[in-house]
Structure formats: C-alpha cells, structure tokens
C-alpha cells in the first residue's frame, strides 16, 4: 500500500516556466490537498478536492491550478512560475468518517531561478 | 492572523525526560485537533489526535491535553528518546475552517533530543 505518492521529488525552474506536480493515491480517498511549506511556516492551503470533478480554492490559490478527473490523481499546475513560488508542496488525501487524519505524500521541493 | 500558534520554535530535552510541545488556537469553531512529526525530506506523519469532547487522549508514550476555555493543547512525551528528534506540528480542523475537513497549522516546533 503506497499511501500518497508524489513525483518528482525535486526540480529546478527557471522564472515563466511551467510545470505539473503530480499526486496519486491508492486509498480510495475523497479528499485530497495540495499545501506548501515555506521555511519556518507551517502549511498552508493551496486548493482542496472533495471528490472527482469537484475543486475549490485555499488560502494562497494565486499561481496554481488544479483538476480532479480521477479519485486517485490530484495534479497541481504552474502555469508561470515565480521565484515566490520556491517552496515544497506537500499532497495529502482523506477519507470520508469524520474526525480522520490527512495523510501526506513524502513532498516535492521546487526552486525557481 | 495566525489562528494556530507554536510560540516555541525549538525545544531542547535530554534523552529519557519529558518533552511537553503546547499549541494555541484563537477559533472557538476548532473541533478536532493533531499533531503531526516530520522528519527532514518527508512529508508530516500523523502522531495523535483529539476531538473537543474530550480533554485527554493518549497513545502510549505521546499523550495530548486540551483545555478548551484556554484554547491551548499540549503534547506530551514521555519518556523522550533521540529518535523524537523532529519538527511537530499542531493542527486544528472543524467548522472553523470552513469546512470539508481542512487543517490549519501552526508553524511548527523542533524538538530535539539529546542522548
């Protein structure tokens, strides 16, 4: 049982660029999370799923897209990357029962030059 | 406004004493609180939770205290070994967030503990 996976673990982009994070999960969960982790931060929303086709926005949404087509894939999308955006992005998912807890992918560590 | 806070940013103990991380919150909506170990390039791992209908949850050595009219949440290890050396992260979910279980997080506290 792999959890939540995200590839890749690190890249390097340079400013303008774009780039996809992927996120799967083999839980059957229908929640899933993408957040980021500045240094010396907690995490911070960035959108949130709960189920296919169903997508909303967290608190810091501006630069980022995402879609839901799958219960399994959550990907994250930079259109044009920015050096705020140097960060690592953290996946997480949920199933339904109330009172669960997330549980996270191992992150992926962008910088953007 | 930072609604979960770790005013400690680091905490030193030695190996075999206890470690005891706090938490506050300011949203009275919080229901249902974690707290989350994280080693470096790894993704948070799920330590101990409580809901706020309770005070006191514990799981062998980690044990969580809430003291809802302080808004403050304590996490407790006991006996501390060198392999808690991580950063811990407190998090709060409920009404308060807004709905469909998502987490706001403190910024964390790394512990580290000392052979």
């Known amino acids: 049982n792999a959890g939540v996976t995200q590839t890749p673990k690190f890249r390097i982009l340079k400013i303008g660029q774009s780039m996809t994070l992927q996120c799967t999960q083999d839980m059957n969960h229908n929640y899933m999370y993408w957040y980021r982790q500045d240094p010396g931060m907690g995490l911070k929303l960035i959108y949130y799923?709960?189920?296919?086709?169903?997508?909303d926005k967290g608190e810091v949404p501006n630069g980022y897209n995402v879609s839901r087509s799958t219960t399994e894939d959550f990907p994250l999308r930079l259109e044009l990357a920015a050096p705020s955006q140097t960060s690592v992005y953290f996946c997480?998912?949920?199933?339904?029962?109330?009172?669960?807890?997330?549980?996270f992918g191992d992150g992926t560590r962008l910088s953007i030059l | 406004d930072q609604q979960v806070k770790q005013n400690s940013p680091s905490l030193s103990v030695q190996e075999g004493r206890i470690s005891i991380l706090n938490c506050d919150y300011t949203n009275s909506m919080f229901d249902y609180f974690l707290w989350y170990k994280k080693y470096p390039a790894e993704g948070p791992t799920f330590l101990i939770s409580?809901?706020?209908?309770?005070d006191k949850n514990e799981d062998g050595r980690f044990t969580v205290f809430l003291n809802k009219s302080a808004k403050h949440l304590s996490l407790h290890i006991v006996p501390s070994q060198p392999g808690d050396s991580a950063v811990y992260f407190c998090?709060?979910?409920?009404?308060?967030?807004?709905?469909?279980?998502?987490?706001?997080f403190g910024k964390g506290t790394k512990l580290t503990v000392n052979p």
């Open positions: 409580i809901s706020s209908i309770k």
């Open positions: 997480a998912s949920l199933g339904t029962g109330g009172n669960q807890p997330q549980h």
């Open positions: 799923s709960v189920g296919a086709g169903i997508t």
């Open positions: 998090a709060a979910s409920g009404i308060g967030t807004g709905g469909s279980e998502k987490l706001v």
